[in-house]
């Protein structure tokens, strides 16, 4: 049996049995507390899986690996970036959330403020950052498909992608919260599975010696010593000065940007109580530790058994480098057989991961526009939960379609790398408005608003112009040059400028309301208002 027929067969069991999970959750979504936050019936380990579930993204599994084969040290920044950023939004973010809103973001920001204008800035910001990041996972399975079926022809990989689209707006459409988080439940257990395996074989490979493993994918890489060292993605002679400020915007962003995620804040409202969101972070760091771990043996091994060449000639951007190291192991292990298995299982199991981070991704902006848009901005708090939900379902529907046509555009592009710019766009835009939301009494609604547009504005208008969009020959638009940027990554001014944007909003505007934010103290530490939002 050829891979391509294994894979095809692997990768219809896990859609059938995540469409049974969805059908089965569809029959238990009654109400909105059901489709926006699963009831709020998932214990803290159920909920840390699916966390997990929801973080390790194609980005982490396809790009990271990609990243880390082709550029050694400087790869493996994104894999302490992407954990260290989770400490972040534990200690700062995560329980204080969680007591205080009940299905979005702009919950916490509205509570104390105008709540239109608030709820406008959150949605706006939430639907930008999501469709980020779902065309990096986009651009991933258009990358595995073309390694698994040997397309080269851009419609091929564009039909993926429309498959992908269709299946994730199935999930949010029909399964709500329920059945997002049950297939994100499943997927982080064959993610974890699936990893560990293929880095057990790599270490076996080299005799469980680090050492060696590094020695031989320094030495495959043409690069030899100066592979293991910093400087060759950034700080490199050629790039100098920006090569060395990009890496510290690069950082910023991916420590700053899990605690704006909106997919991975609304997680924290399926949890019962306080301490069921404690536990579930707890659970989501160990998990995602372990995961960033494995990605250096992953990464490297790749290096060391495929070549960096190799992988560059089946993908210039690196994101197939993971499943050519399963082919590649799996034959050296136990010949062609076990390659063609092993290649097919690596390559549904990131279609798995790919499945379902876009069905959290749609599901937190459609939430957004919804809950906060539609129900609360266009129709000032008189529409039904019902027709909420409907509105829901169907700006899935549109999420799906526009991520589906920019994925097709942007197949160049790491995926890691996409990533990256969406938790810079969140860290600029919705970090600034819920920490000083949380923490800073004078805040009020011209703050949350200026430092909300301040900094997805100055985010996305730096991209616009940067060496990603255009005048390089890995860029969207390879034959024009507007790049007046110098930086890929724009979070170290971009960040800096949404805090100052909150700072300046709210002392030249006189409104102030410390009484509501007595009560917001009291709700976030205590988690009154959560509990009361359980039981009615």
């Not at 059908?23 to 380990?45: E, L, M």
């Not at 608030?118 to 950052?129: E, K």
């Not at 991520?403 to 810079?424: D, E």
Request: hydrophobic share 55%.
């Amino acid at each position: 049996m050829s891979h391509e027929t294994l894979a095809i067969i692997l990768f219809v069991t896990f859609v059938a049995g995540t469409l049974a999970i969805t059908v089965w959750a569809s029959r238990h979504t009654k109400d909105a507390t059901d489709f926006y936050a699963g009831g709020r019936s998932f214990s803290g380990v159920q909920n840390g899986l699916a966390i997990g579930g929801d973080y390790m993204s194609a980005a982490s599994f396809l790009g990271i690996a990609g990243l880390i084969a082709l550029y050694g040290y400087d790869g493996f920044l994104y894999s302490i970036g992407f954990l260290v950023a989770w400490l972040v939004a534990l200690l700062l973010v995560a329980e204080l959330l969680r007591n205080s809103g009940r299905f979005t973001m702009a919950d916490v920001l509205a509570f104390r403020m105008s709540p239109r204008p608030v709820r406008t800035a959150a949605g706006v910001s939430t639907i930008a950052v999501s469709i980020f990041y779902l065309l990096a996972q986009m651009v991933g399975a258009g990358a595995l498909v073309a390694l698994l079926f040997g397309f080269t022809g851009d419609f091929a990989k564009g039909a993926t992608i429309a498959l992908v689209g269709a299946l994730m707006i199935i999930y949010v459409v029909f399964g709500g919260m329920k059945g997002t988080t049950w297939v994100q439940i499943v997927k982080a257990v064959l993610l974890m599975g699936g990893a560990t395996l293929v880095t057990l074989l790599v270490l076996g490979k080299f005799g469980f010696n680090l050492s060696t493993l590094l020695r031989d994918a320094a030495e495959q890489s043409g690069k030899s010593e100066a592979f293991l060292e910093p400087g060759q993605r950034y700080a490199t002679e050629a790039t100098g000065l920006t090569g060395k400020l990009d890496l510290i915007s690069l950082g910023l962003a991916l420590v700053l940007g899990t605690a704006g995620l909106p997919h991975i804040l609304i997680r924290f409202y399926t949890t019962p109580t306080a301490r069921d969101a404690r536990k579930s972070v707890f659970w989501g760091i160990g998990i995602i530790g372990a995961f960033y771990l494995l990605t250096l043996v992953l990464g490297f091994g790749a290096a060391a058994l495929v070549g960096t060449e190799t992988i560059r000639e089946q993908n210039s951007a690196g994101n197939t480098a993971a499943p050519q190291l399963a082919e590649a192991i799996g034959n050296d292990i136990f010949g062609d057989a076990g390659g063609t298995i092993l290649l097919a299982v690596i390559a549904a199991v990131a279609f798995a991961t790919i499945l379902a981070v876009v069905a959290g991704l749609t599901l937190a902006s459609s939430s957004s526009f919804a809950h906060d848009l539609y129900a609360h901005v266009f129709k000032k708090g008189t529409a039904t939960e019902r027709d909420e939900i409907r509105v829901a379902r169907i700006a899935a529907l549109v999420i799906g379609a526009v991520s589906i046509v920019l994925g097709i555009y942007a197949q160049r592009l790491n995926v890691a790398f996409l990533v990256a710019l969406a938790f810079a766009v969140a860290a600029s835009g919705n970090l600034p408005a819920i920490l000083y939301s949380l923490f800073w009494k004078r805040f009020n609604t011209a703050g949350a608003v200026a430092a909300i547009y301040g900094g997805l504005g100055s985010a996305i208008f730096l991209v616009v112009f940067s060496p990603v969009v255009s005048g390089t020959d890995k860029a969207l638009f390879t034959d024009a040059d507007f790049s007046w940027f110098p930086l890929e990554n724009p979070g170290i001014i971009s960040i800096p400028f949404g805090f100052l944007c909150g700072w300046l909003g709210t002392i030249l505007s006189k409104e102030s309301n410390s009484g509501k934010y007595a009560e917001i103290e009291v709700r976030s530490l205590t988690g009154a208002g959560a509990e009361k939002a359980v039981h009615h």
